[in-house]
C-alpha cells in the first residue's frame, strides 16, 4: 500500500511539530466509512444525506499510521468545531488522505468513458417467476432460455 511521509514545523503550533506518515487504507474500511455517515433512502436506496467532515476525518485518522508521541490528531479533534485542527493543517491531511484513498481525475475519467468493446452481457427473453410449491413443475421446449453463441 502506498505511503506518505510529512514533516511539519512550528507553523501550525507547537503541539502539532513533528513527523507523521500516512498510509493508503482498504477498500473495505473506506466502503464502511462512507456508509456509516451516509443516510440512505429506505424506498429508493437514494443518498438522503451525508456528513462530509466526519467521513474525511475519518479517512485522514484511518490513514494516519504515526503521528508524534504526543498524539495531536485524534477523531475528536478534527471534529471538533471550537478547539480543533487549525485549517491549513486540516487541510494538508486532507489533501494527503484523499490522494492517498482516492481515483485521480484521470482514474475517474477513464471509468466513466463508453467501452468501446460489445456488452457481453444479453437482456433476457423471459420473465422470471417463483416456483410454485405444487411439486416438481415441468417446462415445455419452447420456454427453455436460449443459448448464445459469443462471437470472438
Known amino acids: 500500500m502506498r ?10 503550533g507547537s503541539e502539532y511539530k513533528g513527523r507523521y506518515v500516512f498510509s493508503e487504507i482498504s477498500w473495505a474500511k473506506r466502503s464502511r466509512i462512507l456508509q456509516k455517515h451516509t443516510k440512505y433512502s429506505q424506498q429508493t436506496g437514494q443518498v ?20 508524534p508521541e504526543n498524539k495531536p490528531i485524534t477523531l475528536e479533534k478534527l471534529l471538533a468545531e471550537e478547539d ?6 486540516g487541510e494538508l491531511f486532507s489533501q494527503i488522505a484523499n490522494k492517498l484513498n482516492s481515483l485521480t481525475r484521470e482514474e ?4 466513466s468513458e463508453q ?21 416438481p413443475q415441468t417446462s415445455s421446449k419452447n420456454s427453455q432460455p436460449k443459448r448464445f453463441k459469443r462471437s470472438s
Open 115 to 135: 467501452s468501446e468493446e460489445p456488452s457481453h452481457t444479453t437482456q433476457s427473453r423471459t420473465t422470471a417467476s417463483a416456483k410454485s410449491s405444487d411439486g
Open 108 to 111: 475517474s475519467t477513464f471509468l
Open 84 to 89: 480543533g485542527v487549525p485549517v491549513g493543517l
Open 3 to 12: 505511503t506518505e511521509t510529512i514533516e511539519i514545523d512550528e507553523r501550525y
Open 48 to 67: 438522503i444525506a451525508s456528513d462530509y467532515v466526519a467521513i474525511q476525518a475519518e479517512t485522514i485518522v484511518a490513514s494516519l499510521k504515526e503521528q
